[in-house]
Each structure stands twice: as C-alpha cells, then as structure tokens.
C-alpha cells in the first residue's frame, strides 16, 4: 500500500441558523478573530480564524446548496483540508472510498474540491488554503494567508442585532442574584 498524501486540517464550516449570533459567541466565548462575510450562491456567512484554523459559520440558501445535509441543518457541515496537490490527494481520498461532490481538481486558485467519505460526511481539499489559516504553523516553510475577506454591507443591520443580542446575553449572566 502507498502512502496518502499528508493534508492539513485546516477548515472547519458550521452549518448554523445565523451566522452573526453564532460570530458573536466564538468571538465572545474563545477570542476568535472575524475575517469577514460572505453572500454566495451557495450560502451566507461569516468567516473567523484563531490564527491557524479558519471557522465558517454557514446558513445555506436551498437544499440542494447544502450538498445533502439540508438548508436547515445545524451542526458540522464540513471540514477541510490543505494539502500540496488536489489531484493526487483527491485520488487518495476516492481510492480510500470518499465519492466526489463538486469542484475542479485541476483549478487553482484556492477553491475547495468537496467530497464525502465513507460515512457520508463531507470534506474539502485546497491547494490555495482558507483565509487567516495557516498551513504549517511554526515550520520554515509555513504558509500564512493573508485575510482576503471583507463585510458585506447589506448585512450590517444583521450585524449590530447579533452584537447586542451578545451585550444583552452578557447583561444578564453578569447582574447580581436577587
């Protein structure tokens, strides 16, 4: 048997109801960093890093966008992981059993190529890596993206609603028992 190409676990995306009130605890409850938003065909969301893992926080636009778990769904939706050549580890991986979900191989330019495992659950492979990950923390050849992310500004009221949804939370836990 040959050996798999060495990937590097460094995605993680959360299917989650609203994203801004799920960025406001990370943020909150273990100092994550916010990379910024996305409005994409697939979903909506909000990215956070804690300086070598990149944190997606999804709400998914339909069913089908979901990849089989659901628009509704909350939990772990996938993982990913950086890795030297898409192609051959992306050959590794079908020749262990995961099936191909979507994505290009032989694109590059970052873009994650989706597959399932064995179980069904459903993983990314990069070359290009994720914002504000890095893929080799502490090593000479350490690769540390830059955060290419920006606020989407028509989710700015959704934003400030999460904000003070997390002050009020806070409120609350921190008033004196009566």
Partial sequence: ?????KGKLRHIAISVADPWEAAEFYKAAFGLEELGETDGHLAEGVFLTDGV?????LHFKSDEAAQGTGKDFVGLHHLGFWVDNAVASG?????????WIMGDPRTQGGFEIKYTDPAGVIFDISEGGWSGAQKNPGQADNVV????RKRVPRF????????AAMLARRARVAAPAE
Avoid: H, I, K
Wanted: proline content about 6%.
């Fill in 53 to 57: 893992v990149n944190l997606a926080l």
């Fill in 1 to 5: 048997m040959t050996a798999s190409p």
């Fill in 91 to 99: 050959d590794a991986a079908t020749g262990a059993g995961a099936t």
């Fill in 156 to 163: 700015d009221q959704r934003r400030e609603n999460a904000r």
């Fill in 145 to 148: 993206l830059p955060n290419t």
